[in-house]
């Protein structure tokens, strides 16, 4: 039997203002899926790196971090499950994890 089909609404905010939403169609139980930071809505101050431009990173001196909000929707609109986290662009790790993947 076919599982009814459900939604990803992935939302990304800093400082209050929004920086990306995307929503995502979910078809199994594992789910992988990349959100680029900069795309639609307010982008947030900070420096430029690669495609991201306005990307704030973090770092111990300056410890920017992004609120994001993650609400899983049935195919009737209602919601079926709803998590709050927050997150950092660590530019070192991000150096570190594309030098050890190539």
Known sequence: MDQPQRNLVVRVRR???????DIV??????????LQLGRGGAK???????EWPGVAL??????????L?????AADGSIVDRVESY????????????????
Request: charged fraction near 20%; hydrophobic fraction near 35%; aromatic fraction near 4%.
């Open 25 to 34: 169609a979910v078809d199994s139980s594992v789910l992988t899926h990349s």
């Open 58 to 67: 973090w770092s111990p001196e300056n410890p920017h971090l992004y609120d």
């Open 44 to 50: 947030p101050p900070g420096p430029h790196i690669g």
């Open 69 to 73: 909000v993650v609400t899983l929707g």
């Open 15 to 21: 400082r209050r203002r929004p920086v990306a939403r």
């Open 87 to 102: 997150a950092e662009v660590d530019l070192e790790r991000i150096r570190a994890a594309t030098l050890a993947t190539g």
